[in-house]
């Protein structure tokens, strides 16, 4: 199936097409249909914003669209930055800002009160209205520097899985520490918040498609 993926953000494109193509769709970006529109995300839960992207864009494209609305949650912030995860500084997709803003908030938090998940909502959307949405979480917890490694994007420099991908999906115990930027794309696309969303997507897009 062609999608469009509502996207402006370079890093999560990437991982929208990597993991979509290899469940056997074609991609095709906002961007490269020549779309700039940026919806307002107003509302309070992933989920709700991920229908708002997917459905502006959709109707922008006419083509079938998806959506992805993330962020890390932390335990000693009681969930913060969630849903404000890309303008926790004050600013919209400033990534180093909210990374240093995240270490601020944490410099007191000890070493077993870490604990975070990044969580996803993943939109699939038709040109009729009709959609799907599916959530994926991933757990961890919010290192005490940045672990910058070859990949990644946003807050992945400061985010260590509990579990590192195997292969295409295999997982095992993140032994060495470290963070989703370190990880290879297979083994951060099989054990990721998105991933997660995306491989429940698959699943269950066969059934929605044939309602």
């Known amino acids: 199936m062609k999608i469009c993926a509502a996207t402006g ?19 095709v970006s906002q ?16 989920a709700a914003n991920a229908l708002i992207k997917a459905e502006t864009i959709c109707k922008a494209s006419g083509m079938a669209t998806i959506a992805d609305d993330s962020g890390l949650c932390v335990d000693a912030l009681d969930g913060a930055p969630g849903v404000y995860s890309a303008r926790y500084c004050g600013r919209h997709g400033d990534d180093e800002a909210n990374n240093d803003q995240l270490l601020e908030n944490m410099k007191d938090v000890p070493a077993g009160k870490r604990g975070a998940k990044f969580v996803s909502a993943v939109c699939f959307i038709l040109p009729d209205g009709k959609h799907l949405t599916c959530m994926g979480e991933c757990p961890g917890k919010v290192a005490f520097e940045r672990l910058a490694g070859d990949y990644g994007f946003g807050y992945d420099p400061l985010f260590i899985p509990d579990e590192c991908g195997v292969g295409k999906t295999g997982k095992r115990p993140n032994t060495e520490g470290r963070s989703y930027a370190q990880l290879t794309p297979d083994e951060k696309d099989a054990i990721s918040h998105r991933g997660n969303a995306l491989a429940k997507l ?10």
């Open 9 to 27: 953000n370079a890093g999560k494109l990437r991982e929208l097409r990597r993991i979509l193509e290899a469940q056997g769709h074609e991609v």
């Open 31 to 46: 961007k490269e249909l020549g779309i700039t529109l940026e919806p307002e995300e107003t509302g309070t839960t992933f």
């Open 202 to 211: 698959e699943e269950e897009l066969p059934k929605f498609l044939a309602k």
